[in-house]
């Protein structure tokens, strides 16, 4: 500004301009810290400990770059107070031991001291070493490359690798990726958001490791079954004259659907040569031990010459809530549907607790609290849920 206005009058358009340009860059790097702290604290959230990561058979002589295993990397969080001395020891540090020293971060200032320093670029888990002036450094061949880190599971990751895809295909996927992002279903994001969408009602619910929660979505379950079913494929080797077929290892099987079980070759009338007899009615039922797939009357060596030693079948499948988002059969489509039918659940388990005494809950359908009103929310979640579509 002294520059601008050293060599003539007091320009104030030329003071009103570099103030907006003040109020600009002020607003833009308050912006950036802002955003990065979202990305930062999203980041952490869930972050899984890495100890020791070997990268030696890496170190060839001639390789620059080392990708760890996993990515992306959380960054360091350090604390400082108002005098600039660090509170606390650093969260989720990263520990690159190269030759048997361990290596401090290059910062990019050209003043630190002379040695060898890592670079990370903390996205794509790719490590490298530099000198203290930026220069590239080559390790030795064999020498000893170990690191500890904590990676982020709060992602969604896309290999932009076409494989044996067409590029419309691909990008269909990237689509796809993208728009179930938001919430995942992971069972720790689902919990979390039933307990917020519950609000203060939610303190009710103290067990240990969010139990309650992880119970109330579990008994959505069953509903989700009838709601959102899930058809899947099963298969039994058969024996002639066994008339039951253990279906143990089918630990999500609900209800026997229909059977794939049709003749090889065609089917043959009851007047042919070969005709083994009318087929067995398949059907299933459960006892003690378990689910079975039963045949009326057992299958004759005829009937599996006919129609093959393996019966295939669609069954109804129970839906199931997985640590990884990848493991929870329900859609991220019916993830609303989902919290809606839980959200039923503590209500009802709410009324449960307090039958020896008044509850006074706004519940947002009306705005005056009264006794009972656990239940009235339970049947008005409960009729939301099967109205739904």
């Known amino acids: 500004m002294r520059y601008l206005l050293q060599a003539a009058p007091i320009d104030f358009d030329a003071i009103a301009e570099n103030t907006r340009n003040v109020i600009r860059i002020v607003s833009e790097d308050t912006e950036a810290l802002n955003m990065n702290e979202l990305q930062r604290a999203s980041d952490e959230h869930l972050a899984v400990a890495v100890v020791a990561e070997a990268l030696t058979a890496s170190v060839n002589g001639t ?17 400082y107070d108002l005098k600039g001395v660090q509170i606390g020891s650093t969260l989720n540090p990263i520990v690159v031991t190269l030759n048997s020293v361990v290596r401090n971060e290059y910062d990019g200032t050209g003043t630190q001291s002379a040695g060898t320093y890592y670079t990370l670029d903390y996205n794509l888990g790719e490590l490298r070493f530099v000198t203290q002036l930026g220069a590239s450094v080559t390790p030795t061949n064999a020498w000893p490359l170990t ?11 896309f290999d932009t690798d076409l494989g044996s895809l067409v590029v419309k295909d691909k990008y269909d996927l990237l689509l796809t990726a993208i728009g179930t ?28 490791d969010d139990a309650d929660f992880v119970r109330f979505l579990n008994q959505a379950l069953p509903d ?6 899930r058809t899947m494929v099963g298969q039994v080797p058969l024996v002639a004259g066994t008339p039951s077929y253990s279906l143990a290892e089918y630990t999500d099987f609900y209800s026997y659907k229909t059977h794939l079980w049709e003749p090889v070759a065609g089917r043959l009338q009851a007047w ?13 039922y459960r006892d003690g031990s378990g689910h079975w797939l039963g045949f009326e009357p057992a299958p004759s060596a005829e009937h599996i010459a006919l129609r093959g030693a393996v019966c295939k079948f669609y069954y ?16 991220a489509l019916d993830r609303g ?24 809950l706004r519940d947002g359908l009306s705005g005056t609290p009264r006794n009972s009103t656990p239940r009235a929310l339970y049947d008005a979640l409960l009729s939301t849920f099967a109205e739904a579509r």
Request: cysteine-free.
């Open 147 to 157: 690191v500890s880190y904590y990676y982020t599971q709060n992602v969604s990751k």
């Open 316 to 331: 109804m499948a129970n839906h199931a809530l997985g640590t990884n988002a990848l493991d929870t059969t329900v859609a």
């Open 63 to 79: 390789n620059k770059t080392f990708a760890l295993a996993q990515f992306p990397v959380v960054r360091p969080r350090m604390l």
């Open 272 to 284: 042919e040569p070969g005709y083994p007899g009318a087929m067995p009615r398949i059907h299933s």
């Open 337 to 360: 549907l989902l919290l809606l039918r839980a959200q039923a659940e503590a209500m009802l388990e709410l009324t449960l607790r307090n039958v020896a005494k008044p509850v006074h």
């Open 224 to 229: 989700m079954g009838w709601k959102r079913s």
């Open 181 to 208: 992002m938001a919430g995942t279903m992971a069972l720790d994001d689902l919990v979390a958001d039933l307990k917020r969408s519950l609000h203060d009602s939610a303190a009710v619910f103290d067990a240990a």
